[in-house]
């Protein structure tokens, strides 16, 4: 049984779309019970409001901490219509009822992505609020409850629809939703005040993300999909502007968020294409022209329907050139208007905006699902133990440790076991994802020769390349290889047991070595 509306609770911190769910109600004939700016905000704007304070007989107190936190507010929310011993205590306490909540909470998440402190945290913890919220969603059968300023139309249209009321479906969706908000709200305070304390692992670990899409399929289109977003406010693809293009996919999103993250380690204009997830080319270089065209040199059949990030804004030159071949996705900072209209054309190519880079040293979680739980670790934020060792006879040269440096990044995104050879501040071949470092090497290798061949180039790239290894070589093979290749340097963490023997190999071939002490698996 649905009971019309008769008496409405209103307290919101966002005000948007309120003074016309106000009028609206109003001209329902509800009577509207309200607090603090939102019933100033009402009657600003005409509407007729009880202040909570005259409606209970007990004044607000503690600078508005306690306001709602009463009987007569509760007991109008919770009490169960038709129940006799409910209703005797309704009358023996002066309770009325509560059909209509309308609450949003004070803006904690928006507090703390603002960086404010911890005072100005903690006081916009809303309590009153997810009480009130729990208490209507919990008494749904008669009470309709919204904490979503997106709802307020259909409100409107199903009170007109049901004689004042609302229907018991809607409502059922209406509590289950309010559930969700609290419990999102109630994970962000728990996973403040735990990285105020540092606690890497606390006892219980709740994520909550808020929709921001419905994908059409998942990794397979069997399979059901959508993106959530969190109250992180860390610039990337979950929360960047899409200007133009198809939507995007499952994979397109798991993997453009590997490209920004990858192009973001970099302090000069840099590209990096990614395809399944591992760059196919990355370079950095004086203009992003110049570090589009070096990265796509890399390997231009697999760019081919690939992933292009951006660490700048895109300007028209590298636009006309991205236009030039079949391309997924496009991320930057930024877009100018001449790149957006070279763009344009092509349609079907996802053209998003982030606005900033992430920080590649900024701490957080990642997680990663199992059968009956998930996994927790630290994002990858550092690149080696302090200064490198050089390890070998001879040390690298200027050109050779500032191209040293490069693919040691680059190798830190590159799905384990992973092989880089990188040559001018760029890659010249990638090896990913080989259950055995060699493979990882002479992939590369065998990568880097197509790519030569291709281009009508006589001389081997990978000749005067350096390597880097995202974990050590177990046995000297790997690094064998490499210098086969014509590798003249390498980087990798060290660590192995035979060690010394990878390291006599290098100084047999007179190959410069230096260890990073800290390995980077991504698997």
Same mark, same amino acid.
């Given at each position: 049984? /649905? @009971?019309?509306?008769?008496?409405?609770? *209103? /307290?919101v911190s966002d005000k948007a779309g309120l003074l016309p769910l106000g009028q609206a109600l109003s001209r329902l004939g509800v009577e509207i019970l309200s607090t603090g700016g939102s019933a100033a905000h009402l009657r600003a704007g005409g509407v007729a409001v009880t202040e909570v304070s005259d409606f209970t007989g007990f004044p607000e107190i503690m600078d508005g901490r306690v306001k709602t936190l009463q009987p007569k507010i509760h007991g109008g929310l919770l009490a169960i219509r038709g129940n006799a011993e409910h209703e005797r205590a309704m009358a023996a306490h002066e309770i009325l009822p509560i059909d209509l909540l309308v609450v949003n909470l004070y803006p904690?998440?928006?507090?703390?992505?603002?960086?404010?402190? !911890?005072?100005?945290c903690i006081e916009n913890i809303d309590i009153g609020g997810p009480a009130l919220i729990r208490a209507a969603a919990k008494n749904h059968a008669f009470v309709t409850v *919204?904490?979503?300023?997106?709802? @307020?139309?259909r409100l409107v249209e199903e009170m007109a629809a049901h004689d004042g009321a609302t229907s018991l479906a809607w409502r059922q969706a209406l509590a289950a939703k309010a559930f969700r908000r609290t419990a999102a709200y109630d994970a962000a305070i728990g996973q403040w005040f735990a990285a105020q304390q540092g606690e890497a692992s606390p006892e219980r670990v709740v994520i909550a993300g808020a929709l921001r899409q419905s994908l059409r399929y998942g990794e397979n289109p069997h399979q059901t999909a959508a993106l959530y977003v969190t109250s992180d406010a860390r610039p990337g693809v979950a929360s960047a502007q899409q200007i133009q293009g198809k939507e995007l996919s499952y994979n397109n999103l798991g993997d453009t968020d590997a490209a920004f993250e990858l192009v973001a380690e970099f302090d000069q204009p840099a590209v990096a294409i990614i395809k399944h997830a591992n760059p196919c080319g990355v370079a950095e270089a004086a203009t992003v022209e110049d570090a589009y065209r070096k990265a796509l040199a890399c390997d231009p059949v697999s760019a081919f329907g690939g992933i292009v990030a951006i660490n700048r804004s895109l300007d028209a030159a590298t636009a006309r050139m991205l236009a030039e &071949?079949?391309?997924e996705v496009i991320i930057a900072p930024a877009v100018d208007d001449e790149a957006r209209a070279i763009l344009a054309p092509r349609k079907n190519v996802r053209v998003l905006m982030t606005g900033a880079l992430p920080d590649p040293v900024q701490a957080g979680m990642t997680f990663r699902s199992l059968a009956g739980g998930f996994l927790t670790q630290g994002r990858d934020t550092a690149l080696m133990a302090g200064a490198w060792d050089v390890v070998t006879k001879r040390p690298p040269t200027n050109a050779e440790a500032a191209d040293l440096a490069f693919a040691w990044r680059v190798a830190?995104?590159?799905?384990?076991?992973?092989?880089?050879f990188a040559r001018g501040g760029g890659t010249v071949g990638v090896g990913a994802g080989q259950m055995s470092r060699v493979d990882s090497a002479r992939i590369a290798a065998w990568k880097a020769e197509d790519a030569r061949t291709a281009a009508g180039e006589? =001389? /081997?790239r990978t000749k005067g390349a350096v390597v880097a290894s995202d974990a050590f070589f177990p046995f000297p093979?790997?690094? &064998?290889?490499?210098? =086969?290749?014509? !590798?003249?340097?390498? *980087?990798?963490p060290g660590g192995s047991v035979r060690d010394a023997d990878v390291i006599a190999a290098a100084d047999a071939r007179g190959l410069a070595m230096v260890f990073t002490r800290m390995r980077h698996f991504r698997h």
């Open positions: 049984m /649905s @009971y019309p509306i008769r008496r409405a609770l *209103i /307290s904690f998440e928006a507090t703390v992505a603002a960086g404010a402190d !911890a005072a100005a *919204i904490v979503d300023a997106a709802d @307020y139309p &071949i079949f391309l830190k995104h590159v799905k384990s076991n992973a092989i880089v006589t =001389e /081997s093979d790997g690094l &064998i290889a490499c210098a =086969e290749a014509g !590798a003249t340097a390498v *980087i990798q």
